[in-house]
Each structure stands twice: as structure tokens, then as C-alpha cells.
């Protein structure tokens, strides 16, 4: 199994730009997550769908994120426009179902500059 | 609401030495679950090991370990035989049962662990 694939690794962009992170869960997992980590704030969940459905974007900090599921196979989280403090690391993981164990990928380190 | 202590922002161990990573958390629930997950340089978060609450007996994965005290609310990692690959960032996890309805994670802020050669 190939694991839960991110891309891109890293991703430096300019204030006011778009950006787009991508996911590619487990095959056969029904639950994927959006995760960001900080220094200050640590790991937080931004997102979480269930079927390809939000469940909870609580933790979506503005409008100016934005997730989408279209298929089993794929996940989007989109800022835009994108800020310095912006400037994390964002992981996607997946998992069985809600109450499995996460796998997560290798992240995207973002930098905005 | 529940919560995830990690007390100890770094520990060093010396190589084939034995080490224990603290963990205490704070919940009302009474079925839940207990994660350790370890960050290498390469950011990828790896699961250690894991434990189900109901669980009396302390999981174990090779060298990885638990000491799981319900009652104290305590979940300490103790790796034996440390090697170089074990530094990483360690950060424990708890998620309530699906009788509770929770799915989410709570992180601790982790522990930096450093190998000494």
C-alpha cells in the first residue's frame, strides 16, 4: 500500500496568492482529515469528511479555507488568498472509518512569504 | 473537555539505553483510546503504538511499550534498546470510544527525544 500521498512537499508562494494542497487517501478509507501544525498551536484538525461528505470544518480558521472531496480518491484544501501566518505544515490523513486509527501522509510544508 | 499533557518538552537517551515519555490526560469518559505517534525529521507522523482503554494489559510493539494507569490517567511510552532512528518528535494522542460519538483527536504538544550515540 502506498500510504496516504500528499503533494506538493513544499510549497513557497507570495502573500495574496492561491494555494492548493492535494490529497490522495488510502484506498478503501472512508474518513480523511485535514491537520495543520504550527509551533504555537501545535497539531490542529481543520477538517474532516466521512464518504467524501464535511462532517466538521470547525476548525477551518476563515473563509479563506476551503476543502473539497470530489471522489474517494482525492481531497483539496485551497487558500486563497493566502497570508504569512499561513505558514505551516498541513497534513492529510486517513482512516478505515471515523473510529480507526489516522495514517497520515507526509505533509506539505508551506511557506508564504 | 478533554485534554493531553506531554510534561517533558525534550529528553536525550544514550543508545541502547532505555527511556520513558511521559503522557497524563484528563477525560470523564470511561471507554477511549491511547495513541503514540512519532514525528522524524522527515515530518511524517508514524503510530508507535496504540491501547483501547478497556484494555487492562499494556500494549507492546518490539521495543515500544506502554504503561497504561487508568486511574491516574497516565500513559507513559518507554522504548528499550534506544537506537539512533528512535530521535523524533513523540506525541501522544487520545480519541474518545464510537459510543461517544468522537472521532477527533487530542494531541499533546509532544517531546523531543534525542539519541546519543
Redesign the interface.
Known amino acids: 500500500d502506498a500510504g496516504v500521498i500528499q503533494s506538493p512537499r513544499h510549497e513557497v508562494t507570495e502573500m495574496g496568492q492561491e494555494v492548493t494542497l492535494r490529497c490522495k487517501p488510502i484506498s478503501g478509507h472512508n474518513s480523511l482529515f485535514w491537520y495543520r501544525q504550527t509551533m504555537m498551536r501545535g497539531l490542529e484538525l481543520l477538517i474532516y469528511f466521512n464518504n467524501n461528505v464535511p462532517i466538521d470544518d470547525s476548525g477551518m480558521p476563515e473563509d479563506r479555507f476551503s476543502a473539497k472531496m470530489p471522489n474517494a480518491s482525492f481531497s483539496t484544501l485551497k487558500i486563497q488568498p493566502s497570508e504569512p501566518r499561513d505558514s505551516a505544515v498541513y497534513f492529510c490523513a486517513s482512516s478505515l472509518n471515523s473510529y480507526n486509527e489516522q495514517f497520515f501522509g507526509p505533509g506539505t510544508r508551506l511557506t508564504v512569504l | 473537555a478533554q485534554t493531553v499533557t506531554q510534561s517533558q518538552p525534550e529528553m536525550s537517551v544514550q543508545e541502547a539505553e532505555t527511556v520513558t515519555l511521559s503522557c497524563t490526560y484528563d477525560t470523564s469518559e470511561s471507554d477511549y483510546?491511547l495513541?503514540w505517534?512519532k514525528q522524524p525529521p522527515?515530518?511524517?507522523?508514524?503510530?508507535v503504538i496504540?491501547q483501547e482503554a478497556y484494555k487492562q494489559q499494556n500494549a507492546t510493539e518490539n521495543r515500544f511499550s506502554v504503561n497504561f494507569q487508568k486511574a491516574a490517567k497516565s500513559f507513559s511510552l518507554k522504548i528499550s534498546d534506544s537506537q539512533l532512528g528512535d530521535a523524533a518528535m513523540y506525541?501522544c494522542a487520545y480519541?474518545g470510544?464510537?459510543t461517544s460519538g468522537t472521532?477527533?483527536?487530542i494531541?499533546?504538544?509532544?517531546t523531543r527525544l534525542k539519541v546519543l550515540a
Open positions: 483510546y495513541f505517534y522527515s515530518r511524517q507522523m508514524i503510530l496504540r506525541f480519541r470510544a464510537p472521532y477527533k483527536y494531541f499533546g504538544t509532544g
